[in-house]
């Protein structure tokens, strides 16, 4: 029998693993969730015998029931091979008290590169599987991360091509060379005026444009996906809160069934809702600590169970973390309605009307296990600082804002279970800002340099994705209004 997925505004709305993840987003605008979570089968003890794409099988089978055997090994093998740093994939580093987990070895150095170096591969193989024939149109909007990462897995993927819009002004200078130097011929990727909501909001608009998807299917294309919403995205990341686990039984550091916690440097949620599956899989995990920065809307949702994003948008230091509206969130507001479609219908749309909605206090309980936190601008540089004076090992600001947010709570609660720190960029993704938390006088505006001056103050090796970009060129300069965004689309497929 196969795991099916449903709508969370639609329970009549049921899909195999592969349709869900060929389709991204589900037709009534809702996402896809599994029918039930599936628990392990094997004990913590056999799992913490195998490596990370042993894990990676036994998880994600549970998942993707629709795929063989052999074509999810096929899959995992190509993922996580040497495009990855180390053989580990995801190392865990135990510095001071707490545990960092490493998931900044991959193409682009951020914690993204985990599921998109699989998906398009899990995606290629469901066309097949589904008997579709057109072109596969990767439609994405990024706060910085995702469009590299998204970028590097499709690039001449057959029979797919990618577009990514970002935020003009809303990237870091790493992050923007990293785009508009991708090579591929199936590569688009577009500036846009407007920050990442706008981008998202613009990307959402055309999938759920149903004239415009006739228009491309006749044509010869399909949209799909990459971003979080998709399941291709965050099954793939449920394994490395596995693999944690079993790391840090295997190493002695805990106990035969003893409960850890994550903190988890958030945005659009799908990062902690990966570790709310592993939860419910069956890995021992006590608080589940969702770190936001300023823009800090998950803060005041776990606090009041009000969501509101009326509010000012801020630009950080943590960029891939500026987001207001969570677009994940939605499927843990449905787990927490117990399934009920209808009540999530009615939250998203108050979210859509008015920019805000309030959940029961039955929801409310049910969100039990779940803490907010929030980190200032400040708060995340004198951390940086500080982890660094006392240990000598050196964090990007989203970890930063991560590691902050843990150290008020156990400050305050006295919570002295172990704890993994989600470490979801190098510090080489975000040179500048990480220097400057350093007090390093005069940092150097050009990133090479600032990668030089960071190899000697971590030492640790530059990583290859810097030295790529070193001498890369701009092969991508289009910029846009948000308007403008499915104009944009329709040029470059020739749409009419
Ligand atoms: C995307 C991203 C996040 C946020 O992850 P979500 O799954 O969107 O919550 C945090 N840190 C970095 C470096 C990222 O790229």
Redesign the pocket.
Known sequence: MNLMYRSTRDSSNRVTASQAILQGLSSDGGLFVPETIPVLQKTMEELSKLDYSETAFEVMKLFLTDYTEEELRDCITKAYDTKFDTPEIAPLKKVGQVYYLELFHGATI???DMALSILPHLLTKSAKKNNVKEEIVILTAT????GKAALAGFADVEGTSIIVFYPKAGVSSVQEKQMVTQQGTNTNVIGIHGNFDDAQTGVKKMFNNTELADRLKKSGYLFSSAN?INIGRLVPQIVYYVYSYTTLYREGQIAKGEKINFTV????????LAAYYAKHLGVPIDKLICASNENKVLYDFFESGRYDKNREFILTE?P??D?LV?S?LERLIYHVAECDSNKTVELMNALSTHGAYEITDRMKSNLEGFIGGWASEQETRETIDKVYRESGYVIDT?TAVAVSVYDNYTAKTGDAVKTVIVS??SPYKFGKSVLEALHIPEVPEDDYDQALLLQKVSNTAIPGAVEEIRTARVLHSKVCETEKMQAIVEEIFKII
């Open positions: 951020a914690f993204k706060s910085g991360d995702t979080s440097p958030t945005g659009n949620f799908g990062n902690i943590s891939s973390m987001i969570s994940n989203h979801t960029a």
